[in-house]
C-alpha cells in the first residue's frame, strides 16, 4: 500500500526517520530498530484489528494504538517512554491474569507471542491478581483443539482464517469477559491440513493447535534465545563483588516447598559450587536442606517454593513472614500457582471426587481422606502473594540455580547482577 | 428461498424470540438459513445482545433495573418480592416457565425508581406490595399491557417562554414548511452558525457532521437517529420520543434534506419498545400529511422515509460505530476511528448519526431562526440542554436549562436536599462534590451529556462505584483488552476496599489501574469506565484512607476460614 507513495518524516522519540506515507507505524518502526510489541497486529490484514492494545503510544499527547497510525509528514510520536512501556506491560500482565497461562504444560511454550512479551517486558509476576476463569476446552473440531483457557481474544483467527470458499471458521460469541472464540465445525472440517496449521499458527498463544501435529519440531523454541525485538539485553559485565566471609556477618536462610515439586529446591542445589561460596556467608535455618523444622531464629530472607493448596501451607507460610525479613517467590508455583492451580477453575468437589471417589481403581470403601492430622484442602491453590506479602519474585519452572544464586546474594549483600535473556523463562 | 438481506437479522431473531419466548436451536438454524450465513455466526450475534436469550424466559419476562438509582431506592426489596410472588430467582424461570426473572441494565426509568419491564411494558416505582398485585394481576389472566403504568413525563423546570427550545409548543410541520426557504447548503451553513452540537454527550459540532456527510461522495446517504440511550441516570430522550416524536422526525427530515439522504433509521432501545407504537403512529401521521415518503410537501421532488430499528440490549451499541455493527445485524463492536461514518458509516455510505436531541435540536434551529439558538447559552455552547434530573431530591424529572447554569442553582430548582455528590453525565461522566455549586454547566466547564444523578450525605461512595464499575464490567463489549479485562481488576479494588483489606498502596494502584484502562482502551465505553473511581480518589482522598488496613505483611482479602469451607462442607463430621 505504501508503494509508490512520497517519502516522508516522521519522528519517533525526538529521532527524525524517513518513511513512505501512509505506511504503518508499527512496520516502521521495526524497519528502524524500535521495537512497537502487539499481539493482534498482522501487515496484510487492513486496517489492523486494533483489539490487543499493546501498542499504545501517544501522537500530540494523545494516547492511540500504533498500528492505527499511518506515516504522515511531521508526524510525532512518543513510543519507548517510561509511562508507555508500563501501560503496556500492564496490558500484557492483564491477559496473563485473565485467562489461565501455565507456560509449563503449554504446546507453544518459547513459541508463544504472550510469553515472549512477559519475557521483554520483564515480568516476573503480574500487578494483577489471578482470575482462574472456568472455560471449556473445545475438542470437537476435525483438525483443531481449541484450548480456551489460554485464548487473549486478539481476534486474528476470527478475520483471518477462511476456507477455500472464502467462508470463516471461527466466529465471537458472548460479550465482555465472557467472550470466546467459538468455531463453526462443518467450514472447519473443510480446511486443509495447511489451511489448519496455519490458524495454529498465526495464534499468538497456545488456543489453537493442530491435532494431526502438535509439535512439529520438538526442540524448537523460537524465543527462548533471542527475545521477540531481537534486540538482546546489553549485558553488561557488571563485575560480580567477591565477598569475602571475614568481612560480611553471616546471614541467615530459610527455605520451604509448599505446593510444589521439590524442583526448585534442586535448581537450588544446582548452584553446585557457589553452594560452597555461599555456605561461608550464609547459614541456613528452617529449610529441608538442614531439617531445621521449626525456626529458631529470624532471618534475613526466606524462599518459597510452591503455592498453598492446603491450610498447612497457609500456616506454614505466615510463619515465614513473621520470621523473615524478606520473602522471595521462588519458581512458577510459588508465583501463580502453575501445575498445582490446575484444578483451580473447578469445584473443589469435583476434583476431590474424580480424585477418591469416581476412578476405577478405588474400592467400595473409597471415601474423600479426612482426618485431623491431616491438612486440609484449600476451595483452590492459592499463589503465595496472595496470601501474605512476597517482596520478590523469581519465575521459572524451576528457575536455573544460577538465576536463584544471584538473587539471594544481590539481596543479602547488594552485590550487581544481570539476569541473562535465557535465563530469564516462565517454564 | 432468496436469501435476506444481513440488515434484518436483529428484526427477524426479535420475530422468532417473541414466537417461543427465546431462541431454541431450530430457531438459530433457520435464521442461519434464511440469511445464508453459519449458525455460529448467528449465536455469536445473539450472545452479545443481553436480551436474546437461548433459554426459555417465561411467559412474562421481567428485566428489574439494577442501576444505582434502582440499588438506592429499594432494588432488594423489591428483587425479593419478585423472587417471592414468582417463585423464579434472579437469572432464571419459576418451575412452571411462567415468569422468568432477570436484572438489567438502566432501562431509562431513573426518575421513577425501582423500575421493572414485564414483556417490555413499563413498571415504575415498584414497592413489594405492588410487585404482589401485578404478578396476582398477571396470574389472574390481565396482560402486562394493561398492568403497566403510564409514564407521563415531569417537566419541572423550563426557562421563560421565549428562552425555551425544545419544550415550547410544538405544531407538526413547521420546520418543514421553513425548510423550503432553504436550500441544502444553507441548511447546513445554519447549523453551524447556531452552533449546535452533539447531544448524546460527545459533543461533535453537528453542522461539521453534517457537512462531511453532505460533501462525502456518493448518492446513496443515510440519517441514523441514536435512540439507544443507555447511560445509566438519563431519559431525556425517552422524554423527547414520549412527548414530541413528531419534532424527531422532522429534524431527521431536516438532516436528510441537508446532507441528501433518502432514508432515515431510529435506532430504538429495546427498554423503549413500549414507545414503539407511539413513534409508528407519529411516523404514519407524517406519511399521511405528505412530509415523509416519496415526496415531501414543499421539497420538491425530494423523498425521504424514516424506519425503526429496534435493539435488543447493549449499551455499547450507543457508541455510534457499534450502533451501525448492530443496524447491520452483526454484534455491536466498536469500529476503529480512523474512518468517519459521515464517510463510510451504514453499509459503508456516508451517515450522519445524531443523538435524538440534537436532530430536535435542529428541528427548532430552521423554524425559530439560528439568532434565536445562537443568543442562548454560553460562547460555546448556545441553546439550551435537556436534563433528566433524578435521585436524592424532591423534582426528580426533566428540565430544559439554558447552557451557563451554576450547579447550585440547578441543585435547588429540583429541590436537591442534604446533597454530597452528583454524578454529571451518568457513570461515564463526572463525579461532583456539593463543594463544587459554583461550576457552571455548559462546554467550557461541566459538560452535561443529561443524565443528572443526586446522592444525599447518607449514600455510601464505595456502594455507587461498585454499580458503576460492575455496570462498566458487564457492558464491555470484550473486543479490547484493557476495556475487557481491566475493569473487573477495578471492580475487583473497589469491592476489596469495600470490605475494609485493601493494603497500603492499593489506592495509587486503583489510581494506576484507571489510567491504564483510560489511556489504552479502544472506544469511549472503556475510556471513561474508570472516571468516576479516579475522581472519587481524587476529591475524597479521606474517604479511601479509611478503607486500608495498616499492616499489608498479610493479605486480609485472604480468609483461611473461607478456603477450607469447601473441604469442610465435603467432609463434615467425618474429621
Not at chain 1, 481449541?146 to 481476534?155: A, D, F, L, P
Given at each position: 500500500m505504501a508503494k509508490g507513495k512520497k517519502e516522508v518524516t516522521i519522528i519517533l522519540d525526538g529521532k527524525s526517520i524517513k518513511c513512505r506515507e501512509g505506511e504503518n507505524l508499527l512496520k516502521v518502526a521495526q524497519a528502524n530498530e524500535v521495537f512497537i510489541p502487539a499481539l493482534c497486529y498482522f501487515d496484510h490484514v487492513d486496517p489492523p484489528l486494533g483489539t490487543c492494545r499493546v501498542c499504545t503510544v501517544k501522537v500530540k499527547g494523545k494516547y492511540t494504538a500504533g498500528c492505527q497510525v499511518n506515516a504522515k509528514e511531521g508526524l510525532e510520536v512518543e513510543v519507548m517512554t517510561p509511562e508507555l512501556l508500563d501501560h503496556r506491560k500492564a496490558v500484557v500482565e492483564m491477559l496473563f491474569t485473565e485467562g489461565n497461562h501455565i507456560c509449563p504444560l503449554c504446546e507453544k511454550s518459547g513459541k508463544c507471542v504472550l510469553q515472549a512479551l512477559g519475557y521483554e517486558m520483564g515480568m516476573e509476576t503480574p500487578r494483577f491478581p489471578y482470575t482462574f476463569p472456568n472455560r471449556v476446552i473445545d475438542y470437537k473440531p476435525k483438525h483443531i483443539i481449541?484450548?480456551?483457557?489460554?485464548?487473549?481474544?486478539?481476534?486474528r483467527c476470527v478475520e483471518d482464517v477462511f476456507t477455500d470458499e472464502g467462508k470463516p471458521v471461527f466466529y465471537f460469541q458472548q460479550r465482555g469477559k465472557e467472550t470466546f472464540v467459538a468455531v463453526d465445525y462443518e467450514q472447519e472440517a473443510k480446511l486443509s491440513y495447511e489451511q489448519a496449521h496455519r490458524a495454529m499458527e498465526i495464534c499468538p498463544v497456545g488456543t489453537i493447535l493442530l491435532k494431526e501435529d502438535t509439535v512439529e519440531t520438538p526442540g524448537f523454541r523460537k524465543y527462548d534465545k533471542v527475545p521477540i525485538s531481537e534486540k538482546l539485553p546489553e549485558k553488561e559485565a557488571k563485575h560480580q563483588q567477591e565477598i569475602s566471609p571475614a568481612e560480611v556477618k553471616k546471614k541467615v536462610v530459610a527455605t520451604v516447598s509448599l505446593a510444589g515439586c521439590f524442583g526448585c529446591h534442586m535448581s537450588m542445589l544446582d548452584m553446585d559450587l557457589n553452594l560452597l561460596d555461599l555456605i561461608e556467608v550464609v547459614s541456613f535455618n528452617r529449610s529441608p536442606f538442614t531439617d531445621i523444622?521449626?525456626?529458631t531464629q529470624r532471618c534475613d530472607v526466606g524462599l518459597i517454593e510452591g503455592g498453598c493448596c492446603s491450610d498447612e501451607n497457609v500456616e506454614v507460610l505466615r510463619k515465614f513472614r513473621e520470621s523473615c525479613d524478606i520473602l522471595v517467590s521462588v519458581g512458577a508455583c510459588a508465583i501463580n500457582g502453575n501445575l498445582p492451580a490446575l484444578r483451580n477453575w473447578m469445584p473443589l468437589e469435583q476434583t476431590l471426587r474424580e480424585a477418591y471417589l469416581e476412578t476405577p481403581t478405588i474400592d467400595t470403601t473409597a471415601l474423600i481422606p479426612h482426618h485431623e492430622d491431616l491438612p486440609k484442602i484449600l476451595d483452590k491453590v492459592y499463589p503465595c502473594h496472595e496470601v501474605v506479602k512476597i517482596d520478590y519474585f523469581i519465575p521459572g519452572c524451576p528457575p536455573g540455580g544460577d538465576h536463584i544464586y544471584k538473587v539471594v546474594q544481590n539481596l543479602l549483600f547488594g552485590t550487581d547482577f544481570k539476569v541473562p535473556y535465557e535465563e530469564f523463562k516462565y517454564d | 428461498m432468496k436469501i435476506k438481506e444481513r440488515t434484518y437479522l436483529l428484526d427477524r431473531l426479535w420475530e422468532l424470540q417473541n414466537a417461543r419466548g427465546y431462541l431454541g436451536d431450530a430457531d438459530i438454524l433457520q435464521a442461519a438459513a434464511e440469511f445464508g450465513i453459519s449458525p455460529v455466526d448467528v449465536e455469536g450475534v445473539t450472545g452479545f445482545y443481553h436480551f436474546f436469550h437461548r433459554q426459555p424466559t417465561g411467559k412474562y419476562t421481567i428485566y428489574l433495573n439494577n442501576s444505582i438509582l434502582s440499588w438506592f431506592h429499594g432494588f432488594d426489596r423489591v428483587k425479593a418480592a419478585f423472587e417471592k410472588e414468582t417463585g423464579a430467582a434472579i437469572g432464571g424461570t419459576d418451575p412452571t416457565g411462567t415468569f422468568g426473572f432477570f436484572e438489567t441494565s438502566c432501562i431509562g426509568l431513573s426518575d421513577r425508581e425501582p423500575a421493572a419491564l414485564i414483556n417490555f411494558h413499563p413498571f415504575t416505582k415498584l414497592t413489594p406490595q405492588k410487585v404482589k398485585r401485578i404478578i396476582n394481576g398477571l396470574k389472574d389472566g390481565k396482560s402486562p399491557a394493561e398492568l403497566a403504568d403510564t409514564v407521563e413525563e415531569k417537566v419541572q423546570y423550563k426557562p421563560e417562554e421565549d428562552k425555551t427550545i425544545l419544550l415550547r409548543d410544538f405544531e407538526p410541520g413547521k420546520a418543514i414548511e421553513k425548510l423550503k426557504e432553504y436550500s441544502p447548503d444553507q441548511v447546513v451553513d445554519m447549523i453551524k452558525e447556531a452552533g449546535l452540537s452533539g447531544r448524546g454527550g460527545a459533543f461533535f459540532p453537528t453542522g461539521m457532521k453534517w457537512e462531511f456527510a453532505r460533501k462525502a461522495k456518493g448518492t446513496v446517504k443515510y440519517i441514523v437517529c441514536n435512540a439507544d440511550e443507555g447511560e445509566p441516570g438519563t431519559f431525556k430522550d425517552r422524554a423527547l420520543l414520549n412527548l414530541l416524536p413528531g419534532l424527531l422526525i422532522e429534524g431527521m427530515i431536516v438532516a436528510g434534506y441537508a446532507v441528501g439522504a433518502t432514508e432515515g433509521i431510529i435506532y430504538l432501545r429495546a427498554e423503549y419498545t413500549w414507545l414503539l407504537p407511539k413513534l409508528n403512529a407519529a411516523l404514519q401521521d407524517y406519511r399521511q400529511k405528505g412530509y415523509l415518503g416519496q415526496s415531501i410537501k414543499g421539497l420538491g421532488k425530494y423523498k425521504f422515509d424514516i424506519r425503526v430499528q429496534l435493539g435488543a440490549g447493549a449499551y455499547i451499541c450507543g457508541e455510534e460505530t457499534a450502533l451501525l455493527e448492530s443496524l447491520e445485524g452483526k454484534r455491536g463492536e466498536p469500529r476503529l476511528k480512523n474512518v468517519f461514518p459521515t464517510d463510510k458509516g451504514f453499509l459503508g455510505k456516508p451517515t450522519v448519526i445524531n443523538n435524538v436531541e440534537t436532530f430536535c435540536a435542529a428541528a427548532r434551529i430552521i423554524e425559530l431562526g439560528v439568532e434565536k439558538f445562537k443568543g442562548l447559552g454560553t460562547e460555546k455552547s448556545t441553546g439550551t440542554k435537556l436534563l433528566s434530573i433524578a435521585g436524592d431530591c424532591k423534582r426528580p424529572g426533566l428540565y430544559e436549562i439554558e447552557w451557563g447554569i451554576r450547579l447550585g442553582e440547578l441543585l435547588d430548582l429540583c429541590g436537591a436536599e442534604d446533597t454530597k455528590y452528583i454524578q454529571m453525565s451518568g457513570p461515564s461522566g463526572e463525579l461532583i462534590s456539593v463543594e463544587e455549586r459554583e461550576r457552571v454547566i455548559s462546554l467550557e466547564d461541566i459538560r452535561c451529556g443529561g443524565s443528572v444523578m443526586i446522592f444525599n450525605k447518607q449514600r455510601d461512595l464505595f456502594t455507587i462505584l461498585q454499580n458503576f464499575s460492575r455496570f462498566f464490567t458487564y457492558e464491555s463489549c470484550g473486543l479490547c483488552t484493557p476495556c475487557r479485562a481491566g475493569n473487573p481488576q477495578l471492580l475487583h479494588m473497589i469491592e476489596r476496599m469495600m470490605q475494609g483489606k485493601a493494603a497500603p498502596g492499593d489506592v495509587e494502584k486503583a489510581l494506576q489501574w484507571s489510567a491504564i484502562v483510560k489511556h489504552n482502551s479502544r472506544c469511549g465505553l472503556g475510556q471513561t469506565a474508570p472516571n468516576s473511581l479516579e475522581q472519587a480518589i481524587q476529591k475524597f482522598p479521606h474517604l479511601f484512607k479509611k478503607k486500608l488496613v495498616r499492616d499489608d505483611n498479610f493479605n486480609r482479602e485472604f480468609s483461611l476460614e473461607k478456603a477450607t469451607e469447601a473441604y469442610n462442607i465435603l467432609t463434615h463430621g467425618k474429621g
Open positions: 481449541m484450548e480456551n483457557h489460554r485464548c487473549i481474544q486478539c481476534k523444622k521449626e525456626f | -
